[in-house]
């Protein structure tokens, strides 16, 4: 017999690429990046089409989005319930407006400011709200569950308190002014700036200033929740011994949540500040805790996606049913003796939040992945 060389036949396979290996071209192709694309042109030439309501509602809706996102980390990613969420927004709000503002008299009140670049104050609120989570983070490391939620719970009360009574530094019930953002020599107040023959004024100035903290709020939630740090916080949530047997710090992961889901709330509460114009106590309350829970639940509870969906179902459902109270049966305007705009829109996402716990526990962030596998077809070999 004469010898012959075999060649080996190349190994053919349908094993998918390794995840992260996908080509760039590859990613331009998807749906999604289609659709992202879009969505963000649409967002940056709205100011130039909406009137000043919309863009105002979309602004309460981008400061809620970062104050969700900060909530759902704790509540959604590491199992820890607070109700005091509204407290730290409250303390990134009066806190730029101490920081930056001057010292002047008020409806009575002798108000306390510091004068700082509102730039410096506005970075600075939101470590002092971080710090304010980091003195009660002693507590949220070694509480949980009804009892971690009691004791945010009275927080609020705290703040409440504090709010009304120290009228040098809040103003009291009437609240105190929002000295406006100023950042490279840009003001964003009510001097209106031309563009495009388009004038922009105080909320077309800010959108983008919201859009770009909400997008750096969510890039900065995804990297965490998508790495290591996430995975200890989803391990603490699911099974607090097992984490604690394979190493991970539970305690100090929990307290490290708390600060920074209240440096989020208090970025949350300083783009507030600069939307109202205005700080006033009774806004920051328990109702306002509520919402950002339902929030929450209703986007999708440990997502970005789902804080983001949630607060803007929340935020501009109020907005909605005031805009158009006059041609929606049951309601009507404020102070007509109707069913009025607010409470309308919290039956609606009370009926929401249980319509989403009973039918769809991942939230509505969930719709657009479960929809496509409905009536995907099948795969040779898959099992009917």
Request: proline share 5%.
């Amino acid at each position: 017999m004469s010898d012959t060389t075999a060649e080996a036949a190349p190994l053919v396979t349908n094993a998918p690429a390794p995840r992260g290996t996908e080509s760039f071209t590859g990613r331009l192709r998807r749906p999604r990046t289609y659709a992202v694309l879009i969505a963000s042109v649409l967002l940056l030439a709205l100011p130039f089409y909406l009137d000043r309501f919309w863009l105002q509602a979309g602004l309460f809706a981008m400061a809620a989005a970062i104050g969700a996102i900060g909530l759902n980390m704790l509540t959604g990613a590491t199992g820890q319930l607070s109700m005091g969420h509204a407290f730290f927004l409250a303390v990134g709000a009066y806190s730029y407006c101490i920081l930056a503002g001057e010292s002047s008299t008020e409806n009575g009140h002798a108000l306390t400011g510091l004068g700082l670049p509102t730039w410096l104050a506005a970075i600075l609120a939101v470590l002092l709200a971080g710090a304010a989570g980091g003195v009660f983070s002693p507590i949220a490391g070694r509480l949980r569950g009804a009892y971690l939620g009691i004791a945010t719970l009275a927080l609020i009360f705290i703040g409440q308190h504090v709010l009304f009574n120290a009228g040098s530094l809040t103003g009291g019930y009437n609240g105190r002014a929002v000295p406006p953002l100023s950042l490279f020599g840009f003001t964003f107040d009510d001097t209106e700036v031309v563009i495009a023959a388009v004038p922009f004024g105080s909320s077309e100035k800010l959108w983008y200033v919201g859009l770009a903290a909400l997008l750096l709020s969510a890039l900065f939630a995804r990297g965490i929740l998508r790495g290591r740090p996430g995975r200890a916080m989803n391990a603490i949530r699911d099974h607090r011994i097992a984490a604690g047997v394979m190493g991970v710090p539970v305690a100090r992961y929990r307290a490290g949540v708390f600060v920074l889901s209240s440096m989020y709330a208090g970025l949350a509460g300083v783009l507030l500040a600069l939307v109202f114009q205005r700080t006033v106590p009774e806004y920051f309350g328990m109702i306002l805790s509520l919402e950002y829970l339902a929030m929450i639940v209703i986007g999708g509870l440990g997502s970005v996606a789902g804080a983001v969906v949630g607060a803007f179902f929340v935020s501009l459902l109020p907005q909605v049913l005031t805009h158009y109270s006059d041609s929606l049966p049951l309601v009507s305007a404020p102070g007509t003796g109707g069913l009025a705009p607010g409470e309308a829109s919290r039956y609606l996402y009370g009926a929401a939040v249980v319509a989403v716990v009973l039918f769809l526990p991942g939230g509505l962030s969930r719709l657009g992945i479960a929809l496509p596998r409905v009536n995907r077809p099948k795969k040779s070999g898959e099992k009917k």
